[in-house]
């Protein structure tokens, strides 16, 4: 499901290293029938056809399609070309957790690493989080344990962070959410907009 912001991850260290002064990242899924009958098969999908992030009430996801493409530049190289700017990355945060594709392993903690290792490379502290796109499966174990994981982070923090989730509107497009989520999370901020 991060495949997309581990995508922008690599497009910046290439950046950064001096491999290449632009990159376009992209991603798409078409779900297919056969990933929906398996999905519906081990009781991920919602009952009712509607994703509910952290609510009493969550049973499951739906599958969504899309496709999204953010192009990455320097600053100045932006700036110069007159471009719309639309955000800035500061770093991110990834852990392997490589466990199971329908819970998360919530022994390892690696929602925590990851979070706090995206709050630790991006130089800023969890107070200086003004918003956070959950990943809001609507699953009840994996909503529980980032509920979990996002109440710990921000646990010291005296503004807590707004948190939301996306899927509600787009489905859970599976290895293209994370960027296509970013995509709109940019649009809206763009527009003063929280969905």
Same mark, same amino acid.
């Given at each position: 499901? =991060?495949?997309?912001?581990?995508?922008?991850?690599?497009?910046?260290?290439?950046?950064?290293?001096?491999?290449?002064?632009?990159?376009?990242?992209?991603?798409?899924?078409?779900? /297919?029938?056969? *990933?929906?009958?398996?999905?519906?098969?081990?009781?991920?999908?919602?009952?009712?056809?509607?994703?509910?992030?952290?609510?009493?009430?969550?049973?499951?996801?739906?599958?969504?399609?899309?496709?999204?493409?953010?192009?990455?530049?320097?600053?100045?190289? =932006?700036?110069?070309?007159?471009?719309?700017?639309?955000?800035?990355?500061?770093?991110?945060?990834?852990?392997?957790?490589?466990? *199971?594709?329908?819970?998360?392993?919530?022994? /390892?903690?690696?929602? *925590?690493?990851?979070?706090?290792?995206?709050?630790?490379?991006?130089?800023? *502290?969890?107070?200086?989080?003004?918003?956070?796109?959950?990943?809001?499966?609507?699953?009840?174990?994996?909503?529980?344990?980032?509920?979990?994981?996002?109440?710990?982070?921000?646990?010291?923090?005296?503004?807590?962070?707004?948190?939301?989730?996306?899927?509600?509107?787009?489905?859970?497009?599976?290895?293209?959410?994370?960027?296509?989520?970013?995509?709109?999370?940019?649009?809206?901020?763009?527009?003063?907009?929280?969905?």
């Amino acid at each position: 499901c =991060a495949s997309g912001l581990y995508a922008v991850e690599v497009a910046v260290n290439a950046m950064r290293s001096g491999q290449c002064s632009k990159m376009i990242v992209s991603a798409v899924d078409h779900i /297919s029938i056969f *990933k929906q009958i398996w999905f519906n098969e081990v009781n991920m999908c919602a009952s009712d056809g509607r994703i509910k992030p952290f609510a009493k009430d969550r049973d499951g996801f739906i599958l969504g399609d899309g496709g999204v493409a953010v192009i990455l530049e320097f600053y100045e190289d =932006a700036k110069k070309r007159g471009v719309p700017i639309y955000g800035e990355y500061l770093g991110g945060g990834f852990v392997l957790e490589g466990w *199971k594709v329908t819970l998360p392993d919530v022994a /390892s903690y690696s929602y *925590k690493k990851a979070l706090s290792k995206a709050i630790k490379n991006s130089a800023i *502290k969890a107070s200086d989080v003004d918003l956070v796109v959950a990943h809001g499966v609507g699953t009840s174990i994996t909503d529980a344990y980032e509920a979990a994981t996002i109440e710990t982070i921000f646990k010291e923090v005296k503004k807590k962070p707004i948190v939301t989730a996306l899927k509600p509107y787009i489905g859970h497009t599976l290895g293209g959410t994370a960027l296509l989520e970013l995509a709109i999370t940019l649009l809206a901020a763009k527009e003063n907009f929280i969905p």
